[in-house]
């Protein structure tokens, strides 16, 4: 994933970087990867022409049904598109809430997060 810019982090906060948490990740019925940011709207993601969408009514980001991909490659495919298109960080919290995410997916997300 590219990132416009270097980063730089100060006591877990990044510097120069606009942030949001991330309320819930969960799969949904249809089998796409949804993340729900707290407060901001990325309705023009589609233009990042990476497979990446958002819901306008439901303001979540999700993935297609992952066929190649694993559903940790389609959450790091999200943060970066939005890191890149958008400037922003999406951040897990300890109120971030996991519906329907295996038990191993959710260390592998909570782990990748953590050494961002």
């Given amino acids: 994933m590219g990132c416009a810019g270097s980063i730089e982090k100060d006591v877990g906060k990044f510097v120069n970087m606009k942030s949001d948490e991330i309320k819930e990740i969960l799969i949904d019925e249809s089998g796409r990867l949804r993340i729900y940011p707290s ?22 980001l999700y993935s297609p049904k992952p066929r190649e991909w694993s559903y940790f490659d389609w959450y790091k495919r999200i943060l970066g598109s939005i890191k890149s298109e958008y400037g922003y960080i999406l951040l897990l919290t300890k109120n971030t809430t996991w519906d329907n995410i295996p038990i191993y997916l959710k260390e592998e997300i909570v782990n990748y997060s953590a050494d961002l």
């Avoid at 990476?50 to 306008?56: A, I, L, P, S």
């Fill in 39 to 60: 407060k901001e709207k990325f309705s023009m993601i589609w233009r990042s022409a990476t497979e990446v969408h958002w819901d306008v009514e439901g303001s979540f």
